[in-house]
């Protein structure tokens, strides 16, 4: 994602994945709402005052509390001139609902080391599609220094450098 003309201010950090991640301003035209999604973690606010760790939403979660398919929702950028692309496709499982949290019991279970680059993040190949892309690795966020998981999400495998 181009970061180009974002504005890099300090309050734009996530306060939910110590501030590894930016909080988006984010439109979603389907349903006329405007929130603040954190593009690491996927925390999401609906106010911008209201940016703190324990007053998000798992933006799955609101996408679905609005009706919404969570693998292909519309979603525009507000902060940034640049063009960026004006849908996205959400990362997403693809198992049926009741299977993710199980799933990620089994990834978490199967961990190794952290990333390298990131010692709160795991990423787990479970060896079968489980995202709406093909993904079969699951990146795993803990709150640093704990086992506490704050979020979970497919991503593509890529060889450990
Ligand atoms: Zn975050």
């Given at each position: 994602?181009?970061l180009?003309?974002?504005?890099?201010?300090?309050?734009s950090?996530?306060p939910?994945c110590?501030?590894?991640?930016?909080?988006?301003?984010?439109?979603?035209?389907?349903?006329s709402?405007?929130?603040?999604?954190?593009?690491?973690?996927y925390?999401?606010?609906l106010e911008?005052?209201?940016?703190?760790?324990?007053?998000?939403?798992?933006f799955?979660?609101?996408?679905?509390s609005?009706?919404?398919?969570?693998?292909?929702?519309?979603?525009?950028?507000?902060?940034s001139?640049?063009?960026?692309?004006?849908?996205?496709?959400?990362?997403?499982?693809?198992?049926d609902?009741?299977e993710?949290?199980?799933?990620?019991?089994?990834?978490?279970?199967?961990?190794?080391?952290a990333?390298?680059t990131?010692?709160r993040?795991?990423?787990v190949?479970?060896k079968?599609?489980?995202?709406t892309?093909?993904?079969t690795c699951?990146?795993?966020?803990?709150?640093?220094?704990?086992?506490?998981?704050?979020?979970?999400y497919?991503?593509?495998?890529s060889?450990?450098?």
């Amino acid at each position: 994602m181009s970061l180009t003309n974002f504005n890099l201010d300090k309050s734009s950090l996530c306060p939910l994945c110590d501030e590894q991640g930016w909080v988006r301003h984010v439109s979603l035209p389907e349903i006329s709402s405007e929130g603040f999604l954190c593009d690491e973690c996927y925390a999401f606010w609906l106010e911008k005052e209201k940016v703190d760790s324990p007053s998000f939403i798992q933006f799955d979660d609101f996408l679905k509390s609005r009706g919404l398919d969570t693998s292909s929702v519309e979603l525009n950028f507000l902060d940034s001139e640049e063009n960026e692309p004006i849908a996205r496709k959400w990362k997403s499982f693809s198992v049926d609902e009741r299977e993710v949290l199980p799933l990620i019991d089994e990834a978490w279970s199967k961990r190794k080391e952290a990333l390298a680059t990131d010692p709160r993040a795991y990423v787990v190949n479970l060896k079968k599609i489980i995202g709406t892309d093909g993904e079969t690795c699951v990146k795993i966020l803990v709150r640093p220094g704990t086992q506490e998981v704050i979020a979970a999400y497919p991503v593509h495998c890529s060889p450990a450098p």
